[in-house]
């Protein structure tokens, strides 16, 4: 008896350690991306109904997470030691996130401080990463937002970042 292309899409999704695109789910299942769709609709309104597990749409993909409702139990196990971002590092990530692509100097122009500091921690955490050198005199490296910056926010697209403040 074969399974359901439901059932097959949540063991999937049950293992993956990130967000699976649409594209991946149906070259792994060999389906088509309608069926794929309805599969995964029809998976997210039963998990929806009941238990503490939902299908999110994340960072290009879909993944399976714990409800909100959870979160103070699941932190309470996990007790993590990861460390807040800093008030720089959040105004850095900000900029080159509403900027990008962009070099360290014009972030630097932007913060009015030297920033290398911050971007080499947001770079060893996966929060941004190296798109290019831009074509200039000596070659700047140029910075963007990575996936791992959509999921750590909650995001599927930078489409969906609050508007930029105006500029004074």
Excluded: W
């Excluded at 993909?61 to 979160?71: C, D, I, N, P, R």
């Excluded at 900029?95 to 290398?116: F, K, M, N």
């Excluded at 005199?137 to 909650?154: D, E, M, R």
């Amino acid at each position: 008896m074969t399974p359901e292309l439901k059932d097959i899409l949540h063991a999937l999704l049950f293992v993956a350690d990130a967000p699976l695109s649409l594209e991946t789910l149906c070259e792994t299942t060999g389906e088509s991306a309608d069926a794929v769709e309805a599969a995964l609709h029809q998976l997210q309104k039963e998990l929806g109904e009941r238990g503490a597990i939902q299908l999110v749409q994340l960072a290009g993909g879909y993944q399976l997470a714990t409800k909100s409702e959870f979160a103070f139990y699941i932190a309470r196990l996990l007790n993590p030691s990861q460390k807040r971002l800093s008030k720089a590092a959040l105004e850095t990530l900000a900029i080159i996130a509403y900027e990008q692509p962009i070099t360290q100097a014009q972030i630097d122009a932007l913060r009015g401080v030297d920033s290398s500091h911050t971007v080499r921690q947001l770079l060893a955490r996966g929060l941004i990463q190296e798109l290019g050198r831009k074509d200039a005199p000596g070659k700047p490296t140029l910075y963007g937002v990575s996936p791992l910056f959509l999921h750590y926010f909650g995001l599927n697209t930078l489409e969906e970042l609050p508007e930029k403040p105006p500029e004074e």
